[in-house]
């Protein structure tokens, strides 16, 4: 069965998360995700309490990020943030794990940090959704390829009680051969992988790279349940296009080992 307008913009958490958002941008971005009736704004600490504002008795959830964009907080400086994030109004967290940690296989710490946030989220009725930055891990670490590292983090992720993995925070940015700064963001291979590693408990959320109505069909398809995007109201705009024409929107586009999209959000 095709997905509804309702279905995908459920599945779309919009990202208010640029370096340089303005007040004005962050109070429009709110208004447009009531307006589409998205999943969740996802925004940086401090804006937790207007968007909060603008956003209540909508239906559409506060997210803030935790630890962004690098993860390299301490344990307990995530904790406080997620505190204090659930604390202003956020319902669901999205925390960035310590990269370096799982790169050294430092198994323990990296449980614990992801525990301290999950704990301190669960306990104020908010739910987690852990970063893996996948980009950062393309070339293995700890004595593992990329894609056991990728597993063995979404297991530890579950254990630690997490209620998502994601792919990426849509900012992380490694240096090419030519010198400049790219990444890939969420790949179709990198969603497939992630939905096996984990149980039906856990859910998968795709970000960064995503920009296009196929590319949001074809996340759903690879059981995908958020999409991290800052292209909501083009996404849904197509999806209105093709109704209207009744061209129906299919799930699927292309390959499974394709790119879904290059560069920032």
Not at 17 to 43: K, N, Q, W, Y
């Amino acid at each position: 069965m095709n997905p509804s307008l309702h279905d995908l913009a459920k599945m779309i958490d919009h990202s208010l998360l640029h370096p340089t958002l303005t007040d004005a941008e962050l109070d429009a971005g709110c208004r447009l995700a009531v307006l589409h009736g998205v999943a969740s704004v996802c925004i940086k600490p401090y804006a937790v309490r207007r968007a909060a504002e603008i956003l209540h008795g909508s239906g559409v959830h506060v997210g803030a990020v935790v630890g962004f964009p690098h993860g390299g907080s301490t344990t307990e400086a995530k904790r406080h943030e997620t505190e204090l994030a659930c604390r202003d109004g956020a319902t669901e967290i999205d925390m960035v794990l310590n990269v370096g940690k799982a790169l050294s296989g430092d198994w323990p710490y990296v449980e614990a940090d992801i525990r301290a946030v999950c704990d301190e989220a669960h306990a104020r009725g908010a739910r987690v959704k852990v970063i893996l930055e996948n980009d950062f891990l393309a070339n293995g670490g700890a004595g593992l390829s990329s894609d056991d590292l990728k597993r063995r983090l979404c297991e530890i992720c579950e254990g630690a009680g997490a209620d998502w993995v994601k792919t990426s925070t849509g900012y992380g940015f490694v240096k090419q051969a030519d010198g400049s700064y790219n990444y890939r963001g969420a790949t179709e291979h990198d969603l497939a992988l992630m939905r096996a590693s984990v149980s039906p408990r856990v859910q998968v959320k795709a970000a960064g790279g995503v920009r296009d109505l196929d590319g949001l069909l074809r996340v759903r398809e690879l059981g995908a349940t958020r999409c991290g995007a800052t292209a909501t109201e083009a996404m849904l705009a197509e999806y209105r296009r093709r109704a209207a024409s009744n061209s129906v929107p299919q799930q699927g586009c292309g390959g499974e080992q394709a790119m879904l999209g290059q560069g920032g959000y």
